[in-house]
């Protein structure tokens, strides 16, 4: 399966800075998908990054926001811009492995906005 | 949105018991898959169950799927303190697509 390394694993940042997560991936993948876990709940997905189109966000996600890059087939940025506590969150990447037995996730950045 | 919901929300067990937990979803599915998660870090892949099947076992878990009632289920059996964990289950139309996910089960196995 994929290998996924995600960094920052945590961070405690200011409100009104910016933070960029990276995930790097040990294979060429088509689609990589970002998600965000609040404090005690599930994944809800932010956006799909396809390489060389703009990411597609979910339904609550905006790109000013939540820009993302994807420069090509093994990496991808999500940027949080602005942040406010409420942003406080665990962000993960993922990628669908070959073959399809599954997905694979980044370790999370767990970030806290003070 | 979640597509599933998972029951129950928390369950606490003693060490050697067996886990179940219940996933429910909305819509048709391609897959179903199980992942778990410690403390808050990464997801890790437990199984997937195809919706053309109806069981399927990998080691120490066992899952079910029942698509005429949109649920699907997950037992450990024989606990350990390491099981505990949040167990999630998680929707998919294909391998391209992204993951919907349940809101996910806490387990607590107690030595």
């Known amino acids: 399966s994929a290998v996924i390394s995600q960094k920052p694993s945590r961070d405690i940042c200011q409100r009104g800075t910016s933070l960029t997560i990276q995930c790097q991936v040990d294979s060429q993948v088509t689609m990589m998908f970002w998600y965000r876990q609040q404090p005690g709940q599930s994944l809800t997905l932010i956006a799909t990054a396809n390489q060389g189109s703009e990411a597609t966000y979910e339904s609550g996600f905006v790109i000013d926001k939540f820009p993302i890059s994807r420069p090509n087939l093994t990496f991808s940025t999500l940027t949080v811009s602005n942040m406010s506590p409420e942003d406080s969150s665990i962000y993960l990447c993922?990628?669908?492995?070959?073959?399809?037995?599954?997905?694979?996730f980044g370790s999370g950045t767990r970030l806290t906005v003070v | 949105s979640q597509q599933g919901e998972e029951d129950p929300q928390a369950l606490s067990i003693q060490e050697g018991e067996n886990a179940t937990m219940n996933c429910s979803y909305k819509t048709s599915i391609n897959n179903l898959q199980w992942y778990r998660q410690n403390s808050g870090r990464g997801l890790v892949h437990l199984i997937l169950?195809?919706?053309?099947?109806r069981e399927k076992h990998s080691g120490r878990l066992r899952v079910t799927l029942d698509t005429s009632k949109k649920s699907s289920s997950l037992l450990i059996t024989a606990s350990r303190a390491a099981d505990t964990a949040s167990y999630f289950c998680?929707?998919?139309?294909?391998?391209?697509?992204?993951?919907?996910f349940g809101k996910g089960t806490r387990l607590s196995v107690i030595a």
């Open positions: 169950i195809r919706s053309n099947e």
């Open positions: 993922s990628v669908a492995d070959r073959g399809y037995y599954g997905y694979t």
């Open positions: 998680a929707t998919d139309d294909s391998g391209n697509t992204p993951l919907v």
